[in-house]
């Protein structure tokens, strides 16, 4: 009752998803300052892999049910097994992964039981809210906060009045940190899938390809933004990326001008990073972009604004005309790179 609950996608592998093993590592931190139990719900085919995984991140309670009407995700039976948990269990905080699971199931769970829900979170907190028309104030609350209006504001979202709190949250905006091992309690779900849910929808074929671009492995991520102008001159940072062993990516507006491709972007609406170096071309620095790379170690500004936002953020700023510097960038690190 009144614990913190993350739904654990399982992958193709049998593993855990990333973006469940970054929720679990802030749902102990929640959970700790609220003095309340984690809770992991797993779903899915053969789980014994996925299970192991899961004593490392401090969970107190997994509740398992292991079908392979399960896997691959579909939503109907999901939803019907995660409703009913639920309403038996009472959660007061459930986080989901802003993935293409997450934003199917959370919706459905979130209809189904009248209660409030946040997507694409970048930041979670603890706060009290004071309700001044009703002259109310709420301890302990989630703060569920994103990016809001183009990514001018950001926005701090409650839900005071609603159980539970529910949120999706997008992989890589929290840090990843795993505990001792732990014996968790293996609670079996008993609720079983009727078979007009199970026969509503069949999966007929599977096509899983695997990713080209590896942006949040890459411990250096050369970006260019609109900035850059056109496409050709985006081969200026592949070259550079190529001698310094880094990743290209981009920013929304130079994928959506043709720029570059869109599994390079960056940002709110692409993939949020953490690289040892960050190296930004042409790039203004908008919040959703920031809210995607402004963890990154380090950071390095190339623009002709002094007054970019990006800059607020960069360790290190290069005030000049990005055509004019990369290239003698790539002629410096060519000389000298090891």
Known sequence: MNNIFVYCEQKDNGSVAEVSKELLS???????????????????????KAIDELHYFGVDTIHT??????????????AHVVQGLFEAEKPEIVLFGATSVGRDLAPHIASALRCGLTADCTSLEIGNHTDNKKNITYDNLLYQIRP?????????????????QMATVREGVMKLETLP??????????ITIP???DELVQ???????????????ARIIVAGGYGMGNRENFNHLFQLADVLN?????????????????ERQIGQTGVTVRPKLYIACGISGSVQHRAGMDQSAKIISINTDVNAPINAIADYTLVGDVM??????????????K
């Open 26 to 48: 802030k749902g102990k931190k929640l959970a700790q300052q609220l003095n309340v139990k984690l809770e992991a719900v797993l779903l899915g085919f053969q789980l014994d």
């Open 65 to 78: 049910l292991d079908d392979k009407r399960l896997f691959p995700y579909r939503s109907m039976p999901h």
């Open 148 to 164: 809001a209006f183009g990514g001018n504001i950001i926005a701090t979202i409650v839900n005071p009045e609603t159980r539970p």
């Open 181 to 190: 091992k732990n014996n968790p309690v293996i609670k079996p779900i008993n």
């Open 195 to 197: 078979t007009a849910i």
């Open 203 to 217: 999966i007929i074929d599977r096509q899983v390809e695997e990713p080209k671009v590896d942006l949040k492995g």
């Open 246 to 262: 880094a990743e290209v990516g981009a920013t929304r507006a130079a994928v959506d001008a043709g720029f570059c491709e869109h």
């Open 324 to 337: 004019q510097v990369l290239p003698k960038l790539i002629t410096y690190y060519k000389k000298h790179a």
